[in-house]
């Protein structure tokens, strides 16, 4: 019974945290987009992209300053190598040969004949030992110089393209939560359409059986219905897939379930501004814009790069060993000696003649320069066309909001009439069939320029105000 209850306990708790592990998301269209930014898979390696240039500034920095390597080698001579010393050297030969032989430990036994003329000898030891820490330090070399400002270049615009990430981030999510809220504003509307079509359906049907009307009376609504039928289990699947797209966009599984707390009719409402319109333009703000003014000045000091390589380059070294003989192995010995030795330097490389390579090079980053000056003003002339274009999509976006409120409401007076006059006898329903159509149709218009307004309203936004996100 005790175990029982303390498996019971477990399972309970299991269950509670996987209670706390659901969260429930309910999002305003400002808070979806700031847990975006957070949270979105774009955005987060948007934030890598910068980490990582700041560690290449880093690495670029790390070339220029002191360099420490260590070498510890250990050489052991399974047969070590003979040299010749020619005999002539020496007066007495005979004396000579077995005076060099016995100090250099080589015996006529264990050697062959040396040719005429020559001494066999073996030099040092047949175990040895050396181990060497060498700081090296660049002094002067143009290309380094020019290394540190392309590194400083490349996290700008590392950091632009963040930028530009999150604004994109931003636009995309007001897009997905506009596209929710009409998917479900169509779903509804279609679902309250269907109903009502199925009752006025259901008295046609009965009119007709009892032979007050015609079968094309049944068989007109039959059709609008099928229609709004189709339309409806469309709606219904793209509301699905439009919630995907909002979690993707926020950065979150595609199936967890999301609230927003918003309607179209608020956000159009927020997103009709039109003192938008009197906005000027700062060319300098615009994201676009400095990132291909941020190329420009890659390009700037990729040719001085290729300049600087003209120059001479200027290190300097030190190092410091140690070196041990032995013909066992007693380097770890009490009594071994080691021999130090020390060794500074200073070297210059001087580029003379490349046989035109540099300039060659020079040449190619030359006109790399000119054709980033060009897309430059290319960008500047789109990003202005992109500017007065938007500026004119926001504009007939909030006109044509304005004309479709006006149809809806014209539409539905004119549907209620036909409906009254089905009802009372006195119309078709081939007449009620066009004035539910043109509702119909009425309606996604009026939801369509709702989601128009708020999506031209951010794409405006986005063009005018590149620092549009510290508003957030």
């Not at 190329?295 to 003209?310: C, F, G, N, P």
């Not at 897309?375 to 992109?386: G, R, S």
């Amino acid at each position: 019974m005790q175990k029982l209850l303390i498996l019971l306990c477990v399972v309970f708790g299991l269950g509670q945290v996987n209670a706390q592990e659901e969260q429930d998301y309910r999002f305003t269209l400002e808070e979806a987009i700031s847990f975006a930014l957070d949270s979105n898979y774009t955005a987060i390696n948007a934030r890598r992209d910068i980490a990582r240039a700041i560690k290449q500034k880093w690495e670029t920095t790390a070339t220029g300053l002191p360099q420490i390597s260590a070498n510890i080698q250990y050489q052991n001579f399974i047969k070590q190598p003979v040299s010749l010393l020619p005999a002539a050297a020496f007066d007495n030969r005979e004396s000579t040969v077995s005076t060099v032989e016995e100090f250099f430990g080589l015996t006529r036994t264990d050697s062959p004949v040396p040719p005429e003329g020559f001494i066999p000898v073996v030099f040092g030891t047949q175990q040895q030992a050396t181990a060497t820490a060498t700081l090296n330090q660049l002094i002067f070399d143009g290309s380094y110089l020019v290394g540190l400002q392309a590194a400083k270049a490349f996290l700008d615009f590392s950091e632009n393209a963040a930028e530009k990430t999150q604004l994109e981030v931003r636009r995309g999510v007001i897009n997905a939560y506009g596209s929710v809220l009409l998917a479900d504003e169509l779903a509804s509307i279609f679902r309250s359409n269907k109903e009502k079509l199925e009752t006025n359906l259901f008295e046609a049907q009965k009119i007709f059986e009892n032979g007050l009307n015609e079968q094309e009376e049944v068989e007109q609504l039959e059709i609008t219905l099928l229609e709004i039928s189709t339309q409806l289990a469309n709606a219904e699947r793209y509301t699905v897939i439009a919630r995907q797209m909002f979690n993707v966009a926020l950065g979150i599984d595609v199936n967890t379930p999301v609230t927003l707390t918003e309607t179209l009719d608020d956000l159009a409402d927020q997103n009709i501004q039109l003192g938008a319109l009197e906005t000027n333009l700062n060319m300098e703000e615009n994201i676009d814009y400095k990132i291909a003014y941020n190329l420009t000045e890659q390009r700037s000091l990729e040719l001085k790069l290729e300049k600087s390589r003209a120059l001479p380059q200027l290190t300097a070294f030190i190092n410091y060993g140690t070196q041990a003989f032995s013909d066992d192995f007693s380097f770890f010995d009490s009594d071994q000696r080691w021999f130090q030795q020390s060794l500074f330097g200073v070297n210059m490389n001087i580029p003379i003649f490349s046989s035109g390579n540099r300039g060659a090079k020079t040449q190619q980053a030359r006109i790399a320069l000119d054709q980033a000056e060009t897309q430059l003003e290319e960008t500047v002339q789109n990003i202005q066309l992109q500017f007065d274009t938007a500026k004119s999509n926001y504009k007939f976006s909030v006109e044509s909001y304005d004309n479709a409120k006006m149809n809806l409401n014209l539409a539905e007076r004119i549907e209620r009439k036909n409906q009254t006059k089905f009802d009372e006898g006195i119309s078709s329903s081939f007449e009620l069939r066009q004035a539910q159509l043109q509702l119909y149709t009425a309606q996604q218009q009026y939801f369509n320029a709702m989601l128009n307004v708020i999506n031209s309203k951010a794409e405006l936004d986005t063009i005018i105000n590149s620092n549009l996100l510290n508003n957030n």
